[in-house]
């Protein structure tokens, strides 16, 4: 599994996300985007609508009749019911999901202890591939 560490210093999440999901879909996978927080939830929703200008991302609620057809499912838990195998932490929290190819860890600065702590401990498992992203400027680089 690899798991990609996103330290969200100039934009939130919900700005990420929509690019994250766009590059999903194109791989041919579909995304699970996990949030204990509803109204980040309703964030991210509004900004897979709009966030990227050249297309719409299909997606949808977790409980809606139509889990298992959605592209991208938004969730509060991270139960791929849309047969994902991408996930995205939105909220900072890692969370276990089996199955998982890869997941994507979204933090802020005040959570940054936490995604440290999630880095030491996914350190120390086999078949974990751990990838740091930082903002520079508008850009995303891989790196310390």
């Known amino acids: 599994m690899r798991v990609d560490f996103y330290q ?3 934009d939130p999440a919900e700005a990420l996300v929509p690019l994250l999901a766009r590059n999903t879909l194109a791989a041919g996978e579909r995304l699970l985007v996990v949030s204990d ?3 980040q939830l ?3 929703s509004a ?3 709009q966030r990227v200008p050249d297309s ?3 997606h949808g609620r977790m409980g809606g009749p139509h889990d298992a057809r959605q592209p991208v499912l938004l969730a509060t838990v991270p139960d791929p019911a849309n047969g994902a195998r991408f996930l995205a932490l939105a909220d900072g929290q890692w969370r276990e999901a089996a199955g998982m190819a890869r997941v ?3 933090f ?3 959570r940054i202890d936490d995604a440290r702590g999630t880095w030491r401990m996914l350190g120390q498992r086999d078949g974990v591939e751990r990838h740091y992203w930082r903002q520079d400027g508008g850009k995303w680089k891989e790196g310390p």
Do not use: N
Request: proline share 10%; hydrophobic share 55%.
């Open 42 to 44: 309703d964030r991210i």
């Open 108 to 110: 802020t600065p005040d």
């Open 56 to 58: 719409f991302l299909a």
């Open 37 to 39: 927080e509803p109204a």
């Open 104 to 106: 994507f860890m979204l």
């Open 47 to 49: 900004a897979l609508w």
């Open 8 to 10: 969200l210093t100039r």
